[in-house]
């Protein structure tokens, strides 16, 4: 029986890693990143079909208090962030509880919309969770995206190479 136990709690820790997404910290100073996923993403690049919406789950622990957290989802093409517009940049709105005291566990719940005229391209991915009252960035990360123009295109539009994928961002 504990056989039975330890091999389930096994093979649901493994599926667990595999769940989450390959991401690098950009400079998270009032938290630590817990754990983050995008949906359908368990391996770098993540691919992002047009006309199709993303969940990006980003649990955090923090490490001071704010009253809010604002959202920023920036496109880096090229070294260049380029702002994504969010209908509503409130992380409270995000499933965050507000006030955020020092210490919490919060889980932001995101749906990011890839519109089908978006070009096809290749890109990091840059979310950051700021606290609206001091500036400081709760969690700030960045992951390699390709957006694609449909399910069935696998193919990489930079030459993404295996382990090589955060160099651009060191």
């Given at each position: 029986?504990?056989?039975?136990?330890?091999?389930?709690?096994?093979?649901?820790?493994?599926?667990?890693?595999?769940?989450?997404?390959?991401?690098?910290?950009?400079?998270?100073?009032a938290g630590t990143i817990?754990?983050?996923?995008?949906?359908?993403?368990?391996?770098?690049?993540?691919?992002?079909?047009?006309?199709?919406?993303?969940?990006?789950?980003?649990?955090?622990?923090?490490?001071?208090?704010?009253?809010?957290?604002?959202?920023?989802?920036?496109?880096?093409?090229?070294?260049?962030?380029?702002?994504?517009?969010?209908?509503?940049?409130?992380?409270?709105?995000?499933?965050?509880?507000?006030?955020?005291?020092?210490?919490?566990?919060?889980?932001?719940?995101?749906?990011?919309?890839?519109?089908?005229?978006?070009?096809?391209?290749?890109?990091?991915?840059?979310?950051?969770?700021?606290?609206?009252?001091?500036?400081?960035?709760?969690t700030c990360?960045?992951?390699?995206?390709?957006?694609?123009?449909?399910?069935?295109?696998?193919?990489?539009?930079?030459?993404?190479?295996?382990?090589?994928?955060?160099?651009?961002?060191?």
């Amino acid at each position: 029986m504990l056989r039975l136990f330890l091999l389930t709690v096994l093979f649901c820790s493994i599926d667990f890693l595999r769940a989450a997404t390959p991401y690098k910290d950009c400079g998270s100073t009032a938290g630590t990143i817990q754990s983050f996923e995008v949906t359908g993403c368990t391996t770098a690049p993540c691919k992002f079909a047009k006309g199709n919406n993303y969940t990006m789950n980003l649990a955090f622990q923090a490490k001071s208090a704010s009253k809010s957290l604002s959202v920023s989802i920036h496109g880096v093409i090229g070294g260049i962030p380029v702002p994504f517009p969010l209908p509503d940049p409130d992380a409270c709105k995000m499933q965050v509880k507000c006030p955020v005291n020092a210490n919490d566990v919060n889980t932001a719940v995101m749906t990011l919309p890839v519109l089908s005229s978006y070009p096809s391209l290749s890109l990091y991915v840059k979310l950051e969770l700021k606290a609206d009252d001091t500036g400081n960035d709760y969690t700030c990360l960045q992951f390699p995206a390709t957006i694609v123009s449909g399910l069935a295109q696998e193919r990489t539009l930079v030459g993404w190479k295996k382990g090589k994928l955060f160099e651009m961002l060191d």
